[in-house]
């Protein structure tokens, strides 16, 4: 943030790496957005051990046939 701040367009003067800095923090911004998605997904789907037939039905939206005994 400091960086963007010092390197703000004035009336001044016109700063050529305020258009990199703009690049630069919508770069970051992707980045720290995509974490979170991969970390909820990964919470969601990764590392619960076994699951059972219908637990994994479930989790891809298919329903399991009933079994008539």
């Known amino acids: 943030m400091q960086l963007y701040r010092k390197n703000q367009v004035t009336d001044e003067q016109l700063c050529r790496a305020q258009s990199e ?4 923090s919508e770069t970051y911004s992707c980045y720290l957005s995509s974490l979170r998605r991969y970390s ?3 919470d969601a789907y990764h590392s619960q051990g076994e699951r059972t037939v219908r637990q994994t039905a479930d989790m891809v939206g298919f329903k399991l046939p009933h079994d008539p005994k």
């Open 21 to 24: 800095l703009a690049h630069l």
């Open 40 to 42: 909820a997904i990964k």
